[in-house]
């Protein structure tokens, strides 16, 4: 049983001892692709590198400008043309600092980001890899406020601290082949900026290396969503991956809250044609189910749509009409089709506007971690040595 945790703890300290700190290699700007981007320090001093030789330090009054010239990058400063280079490091000189970037071609907002940039282009040289060499507990401050936002309280921003590294050390490497270890998107985590939010930085702080791991001590898939509509679901009915712990359970925290319902009505000629068009998932040859527009989940969640001979899965649905959830009943009112919906996301795991109501209503980050999580465990990546001499 321990074998599992000693992997984990073995394989965190090993990743930790061999970049002298827990260092995360994150791609920044994913899923834009820029052309030209300033960088400015904005706190702290930056030693800049081309192609690995020490070109200049800069303070916050300084502003760096990039763009992709060719198969490299082109380095100006308002005054000079610096050169071409294949990578450029902006390294910070001292610990706590951080920088601005923004895209100038496209526009985007400024961000800011903690510690150090690496700058280099994709094998295919068309873009800027933008890497953020960024301290782990900085990292999961930028991703609790990407993901939970501000003003939510200290309690909450705990547990999502928690899932938030917990997920980051079981999805580590998953761009490795890519040049970088999580993406900043939500296909790791969303790590839109840093964050200066004092509740965040200190909910980080309190939980510093707590993770969750099962009952045969493996991380967690710590999912989460943004409101489950008063029933979350088991993993096994969303992903067909059974778990002990992403179990359903009635939530009536959520329920009052903005996401808890939605509507969408499309005509019933769109709904019929769409029933049609999904033939393959008659239960017989006949064409009954082109009248099916009546369905309820008003005794709990489904898995699959059915009604008359068809039988088509819930998020297949969700999917193709783009709907909030897959939780809600269909009724037919004239030439219309109604979908009335609870919640909003796949309904795996922890409820977040659930959990921001439990917080509020004073329970704590255990609680409210055991009531969405079943039979699961804190465990503090520290205990190291402990495991290390079992
Ligand atoms: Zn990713
Ligand atoms: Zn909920």
Not at 82 to 108: D, Q, R, T
Not at 133 to 139: A, F, G, H, R
Request: glycine share 6%.
């Amino acid at each position: 049983m321990k074998k599992n945790i000693l992997g984990i703890l073995l394989l965190f300290f090993g990743w930790a001892q061999n970049t002298n700190a827990s260092i995360v290699n994150v791609r920044i700007f994913t899923t834009t692709i820029i052309n030209t981007f300033i960088f400015s320090p904005l706190g702290g001093t930056y030693n800049i590198y081309g192609d690995g030789v020490l070109l200049a330090d800069c303070d916050p009054s300084g502003i760096f400008q990039m763009s992709v010239e060719g198969d490299s990058i082109r380095l100006k400063t308002f005054e000079k043309n610096i050169g071409k280079f294949v990578s450029i490091k902006m390294i910070a000189k001292e610990p706590l600092s951080a920088f601005k970037i923004k895209s100038v071609l496209p526009k985007s907002k400024v961000r800011t980001y903690d510690d150090d940039l690496e700058i280099t282009l994709t094998p295919d040289k068309s873009q800027f890899l933008l890497i953020n060499k960024v301290d782990l507990e900085d990292y999961i401050a930028g991703v609790v406020q990407s993901e939970a936002g501000k003003n939510v309280g200290l309690e909450y921003y705990k547990l999502q601290a928690i899932l938030c590294r917990t997920y980051l050390l079981a999805h580590l490497g998953r761009h490795m082949m890519e040049g970088y270890e999580v993406c900043d998107d939500v296909h790791c985590q969303a790590y839109l900026s840093r964050t200066s939010e004092e509740t965040i930085v200190k909910a980080v702080l309190d939980t510093k290396g707590l993770v969750v791991v099962d009952n045969d001590l493996n991380l967690i898939t710590a999912a989460f969503h943004s409101n489950c509509g008063g029933e979350t679901c088991n993993s096994q009915d969303v992903w067909a991956m059974p778990t002990t712990y992403l179990k359903s359970v009635k939530d009536t925290f959520c329920i009052h809250k903005s996401q808890a319902h939605w509507q969408r009505i499309i005509t019933t000629e769109d709904w019929k044609s769409y029933l049609r068009l999904k033939r393959k998932y008659s239960i017989s040859d006949t064409l009954k189910f082109a009248n099916a527009t009546s369905f309820s989940q008003s005794k709990g969640r489904a898995i699959y749509f059915t009604e008359k001979n068809i039988r088509i899965p819930l998020k297949t649905i969700r999917a193709d009409f783009k709907l909030k959830s897959t939780y809600f009943s269909i009724r037919q009112v004239g030439d219309s089709v109604i979908f009335d919906g609870r919640g909003y996301g796949h309904g795996v795991g922890l409820c977040q506007e659930g959990a921001m109501n439990m917080s509020k209503l004073k329970y704590s980050y255990k609680d409210i971690l055991h009531f969405y999580y079943k039979d699961v465990n804190l465990v503090d990546l520290s205990a190291l040595n402990y495991f290390k001499q079992e």
